[in-house]
């Protein structure tokens, strides 16, 4: 038998599958996994260093309580469960459930925390919940759910010219075998790429047409863009007559536009804008993207609605190598609480309680959280639960995210590690690293042949240490919402099989529909003895591929999972393949069924958004005369893995230092040289790194890496910061006017050398 052992890498939403080989707790050997449906064999040199996660510092192995003094003590799991479930449920019946808040639910490698977090949400009645896509997607989600109706990604590998927003590949992919993908397209005279990026990213060098804007300044390029291809006569007429509805008050605004006026706005030339808009216009098939550097920038739901204004006037979706319409096997923002409590009474559970602002993607944004809790408004947020994420460390604002963590009723963190936000909560969880339990996540967006791979564990659970099912299920048993008498007819039946485990899950829940909400953990219990040894995390998966198979029949069909037990034929595949299966097949067409809008075509007018475009500054976006730096506060690059390598010898031996990337020019009139210290000072806090010079930066315009910053305990146990931590220099009113994501690619600093 081969040493291999498949899994995926962790760093970003690909997960590309990796093999490797196992040694005394380490991870030895990595390499590319050539029987991964989707990444086939691609890798990027991070996946070399993923023992780095299973090494991570700072972890736990015991549930800890907060003591008056700020100190931590370990306690059992029996004390924590029943003191964390008994302070919810106090919290609950005496203010209602929606006045409990949840925050995260899986990062970039796990996503089965999210299906049964489901379960104690639904025990606890808990309505509002956020995680990270509420500071970069929903602004995005909230122009798709208005023109589309569902969500949409993009074929690069097919398209004849990529189109780029604020988004660089080379460093953080956002699609399949990205570097290659990038190559072909820079190889193929007769294809094209055009970035939009203020920064002559490793993206942008390869570039056809790079349009350096001025930082901020998107929705003006984007708007000339559009504006061109309507007054130049560019627009897909033909096919928008087909395809698109409401055009006709989109396009007499378009005419409106002062294309010379917003290309002077953005810093780029006219004749540059107008050749790229005729490239796009030319081409057959174009595929798009766009991601933090237009969506953490200023007008940033305005742009995304711009882009897909772009989308439909090129006519570039519902074609292979164009935009199309995926199938998700669970979708992203899913879920929603429990049912009204005596306390809901009217209340619009579709904003925000405090702030007002919309729940999109059954997400409040993640900049309001703080005001949700720091108020003395009835409705405000009492307790929170945060999963697999690190708020602390990665919303706006840290220093405020940390008093309104202190001015909970009870807050409670399960993760991996004592991390900023643990070190901030009442209590701590310990949960099992990702390489020892089963794992999954729900990235998957392919346009054909969509895959999903169900990850085995390569080593036993820390001591400790449980996993989110186990975790869910005994909050769930100790707030009484099931007990053996419910579990034990399941579990019969799924000893026999699992065909007869499907009847059995029908009877009992159509005896007693409640159940369903807390179906997550109530299979956790029934599968556990039945899974292959140390699988039991998978149970959940069960349920979603259930669930799967009645949504998408046809689709999980043409895969080859058929029949009236077609769930169960999914699932035996998703377990008996672990480098990942395909769950659906589709063709690029059959993106327009998909549609939820009348017709089936693309909305263009929103009328919001146009308002918003028609009223855009000719001054452009906001400056503040004492920053007159603009920061791009958090930038990927190879050393960036959000905060999940919490090890500061991932890359050289504990030297994990920030850089603040600077144009050589701007650092010589500020007399600061290649690798010297310097202050970077934001009107919110002040924060010590070394200069950088880098070429592709624009004059003005600096950044700092992403996911940095980390406060480590090392060997000696004294807590070392390694790099800058971004958002202590963040303000969370900094931010999006429409759906509230934070404007982290805009924030004016002032540099202060050092000494
Ligand atoms: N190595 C690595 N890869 C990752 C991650 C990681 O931590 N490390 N994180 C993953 C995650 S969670 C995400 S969301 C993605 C993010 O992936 P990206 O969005 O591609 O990453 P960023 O580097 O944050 O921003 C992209 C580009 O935006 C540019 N930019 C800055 N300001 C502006 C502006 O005003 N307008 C425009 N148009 N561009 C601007 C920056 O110069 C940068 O090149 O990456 C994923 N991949
Ligand atoms: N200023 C600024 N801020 C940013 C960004 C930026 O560009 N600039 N980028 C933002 C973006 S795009 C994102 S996506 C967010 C990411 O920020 P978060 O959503 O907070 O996610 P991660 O940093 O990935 O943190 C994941 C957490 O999960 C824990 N963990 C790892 N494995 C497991 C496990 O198996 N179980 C459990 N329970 N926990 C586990 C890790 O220890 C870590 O604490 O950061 C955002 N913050
Ligand atoms: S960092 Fe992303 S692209 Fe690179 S190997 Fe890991 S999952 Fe694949
Ligand atoms: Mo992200």
């Not at 390694?722 to 934070?742: C, F, I, K, Q």
Request: with cysteine.
């Amino acid at each position: 038998m081969s040493d291999w052992k498949p899994t995926a890498c962790l760093i970003c939403s690909l997960n590309c599958g990796i093999e490797v080989q196992t040694e005394g707790g380490h991870i030895t050997r990595v390499r590319a996994d050539k029987n991964h449906p989707v990444s086939q064999g691609y890798l990027c040199e991070k996946a070399q260093r993923m023992d780095a996660y299973q090494q991570g510092r700072d972890r736990l192995s015991s549930p800890m309580r907060r003591r008056a003094d700020g100190s931590y003590e370990a306690i059992d799991w029996d004390t924590a469960i029943s003191e964390i479930a008994g302070k919810l449920a106090a919290v609950r019946d005496q203010h209602g459930g929606e006045s409990i808040f949840y925050y995260g639910g899986g990062a970039q490698g796990n996503h089965l925390p999210g299906v049964y977090s489901q379960s104690t949400l639904a025990a606890l009645g808990v309505r509002y919940r956020s995680n990270a896509l509420a500071q970069e997607k929903t602004g995005e989600a909230w122009v798709q759910a208005r023109m589309f109706g569902c969500g949409i990604h993009h074929d690069f590998e097919h398209a004849e010219v990529g189109l780029l927003i604020g988004k660089n590949p080379w460093q953080s992919h956002g699609f399949p075998r990205a570097r290659l993908v990038l190559r072909e397209i820079a190889a193929d005279p007769n294809r094209a790429l055009i970035v939009i990026d203020p920064r002559k990213s490793e993206t942008a060098a390869m570039a056809d047409f790079h349009l350096a804007i001025r930082p901020g300044t998107d929705a003006w390029c984007l708007g000339a863009l559009a504006a061109i291809l309507v007054q130049d006569g560019l627009a897909n007429r033909d096919w928008m007559a087909d395809h698109v509805a409401n055009a006709e008050p989109v396009l007499e605004a378009l005419a409106r536009i002062p294309v010379s006026q917003f290309a002077e706005v953005c810093g780029v030339d006219e004749a540059l804008l107008r050749a790229a808009a005729r490239r796009m216009a030319g081409a057959e098939t174009m595929a798009s993207m766009e991601d933090l550097g237009m969506q953490m920038g200023v007008h940033s739901t305005l742009g995304s609605y711009l882009h897909r204004l772009i989308i439909g006037l090129t006519g570039a979706f519902g074609r292979k190598g164009t935009s199309y319409a995926f199938i998700p096997f669970r979708p992203l923002g899913a879920g929603g609480g429990g049912a009204s409590s005596k306390t809901s009474g009217e209340r619009n559970f579709r904003r925000s309680p405090v702030t007002g602002f919309p729940v999109v993607m059954g997400l409040i944004p993640c900049n309001a959280i703080t005001e949700e809790i720091l108020t003395d408004h009835p409705h405000r947020f009492r307790a929170m639960i945060v999963e697999s994420a690190n708020p602390v460390h990665s919303l706006a604002d840290s220093a405020r995210m940390r008093e309104a963590l202190r001015a909970l009723d009870v807050s409670v963190v399960i993760d991996v590690a004592m991390t900023e936000t643990a070190r901030a909560a009442d209590y701590v969880l310990p949960a099992s690293s990702q390489f020892e339990k089963a794992e999954a996540s729900f990235f998957n967006f392919e346009p054909e042949a969509n895959a999903f791979q169900l990850r085995h564990p390569l080593f036993p659970p820390r001591e400790g240490t449980l996993e989110e099912g186990e975790i869910h299920a005994r909050l769930c048993e100790a707030l009484g919402v099931f007990g053996e008498a419910e579990v034990a007819p399941l579990r019969a039946a799924a000893e026999k099989g699992l065909d007869h485990l499907a009847m059995a899950f029908m009877q009992t829940i159509g005896a007693n529909p409640a159940l369903m909400p807390v179906a997550s953990v109530l299979l956790y219990r029934a599968l556990r003895k039945v899974l292959p040894e140390g699988m039991s995390n998978a149970a959940g998966v069960w349920g979603v591929a259930q669930l799967f198979v009645q949504a998408f029949p046809e689709e999980a069909a043409r895969a080859g999972h058929t029949g009236p037990l077609a769930g169960n034929r999914l699932f035996e595949a998703i377990l008996g393949s672990p480098s990942g299966t395909v769950f659906a097949r589709q063709d690029a067409e059959d993106s327009w069924k998909r549609l939820r809008s009348p017709g089936q075509q693309i909305n263009l007018h929103i009328p919001e958004m146009i308002d918003a475009l028609l009223a855009l500054d000719p001054a452009g976006p906001p400056r503040d005369a004492e920053y007159p730096f603009i920061l791009s506060a958090g930038e990927r690059r190879t050393e960036t893995s959000n905060t999940s390598i919490r090890n500061p010898d991932w890359l050289r031996k504990g030297e994990l230092e920030s850089t603040l990337r600077i144009h050589p020019e701007d650092a010589a009139a500020l007399g600061l040289a290649d690798g010297a210290p310097v202050e970077v000072v934001s009107r919110r806090a002040r924060a010590r790194t070394v200069v950088e010079c880098h070429e592709g930066s624009r004059r003005g315009h600096v950044s700092l890496p992403n996911g940095l910053g980390l406060d480590v305990v090392g060997e000696d146990g004294t807590v070392k910061r390694h790099g800058v931590a971004l958002n202590e220099l963040t303000d969370y009113r900094w931010r999006d006017s429409v759906v509230g994501t934070p404007w982290h690619k805009y924030v004016p600093v002032r540099l202060e050398p050092v000494g």
